[in-house]
């Protein structure tokens, strides 16, 4: 499951230098570092993704966060595994935060589904307001463009880019590239 590369829009990029993990326990692995250029390109794959991405049906955007979520689950034993090596933290703490972050994911796609996250708001006019008329007024929440995520390493799944910031970016929806800022850094745009 681990290939030690950046995923960059829909590309597994190796970078010119790696540097081993040191797990708390099990086998070591090789990452590749993480550059200003990797970070560059990231950006640029979620900034050239967005405007198909933002264009998606609401129902199809819930549909992907629940695909996230069904994709842990398939792989939590893995993913705890790996975990609990590279943290030290235990298993069961793991566990608890992967029902967290898959809790947030489906969460987040029923709020899409309702269409809450737009916070439409619609103040009828008001021509014989004093000292001036006011106009109709209109709000929607709208996407503009891709947004960061930096996850923290001691949550490596509720908080960090598997985990709900990155999930209400995308009900928004805006693209988002998750930066895992210790060991191993990971690029990660979904």
Request: charged share 20%; net charge neutral.
């Amino acid at each position: 499951m681990l290939t030690g590369k950046h995923l960059i829009a829909g590309d597994w990029i190796a970078g010119a230098t790696t540097f081993a993990s040191a797990p708390a326990h099990g086998p070591s692995h090789d990452f590749a570092v993480g550059t200003p250029a990797l970070v560059d390109a990231a950006v640029r794959g979620a900034e050239a993704a967005f405007p198909s991405f933002s264009a998606l049906p609401r129902e199809a955007r819930a549909q992907f966060l629940e695909t996230i979520a069904a994709e842990i689950d398939a792989r939590g034993a893995a993913i705890t595994e790996i975990g609990t090596q590279e943290t030290g933290l235990p298993a069961a703490r793991l566990e608890g935060e992967r029902g967290r972050t898959t809790g947030q994911l489906r969460l987040f796609a029923q709020h899409i589904r309702a269409g809450d996250y737009l916070d439409r708001r619609h103040d009828a006019a008001l021509p014989d307001r004093q000292p001036l008329p006011r106009p109709e007024l209109r709000m929607i929440q709208r996407p503009i463009g891709p947004v960061a995520v930096f996850g923290a390493s001691n949550f490596p799944l509720a908080f960090s880019v598997a985990g709900g910031d990155t999930a209400s970016a995308v009900r928004r929806p805006a693209l988002t590239c998750g930066i895992a800022v210790d060991r191993p850094v990971n690029i990660t745009c979904t």
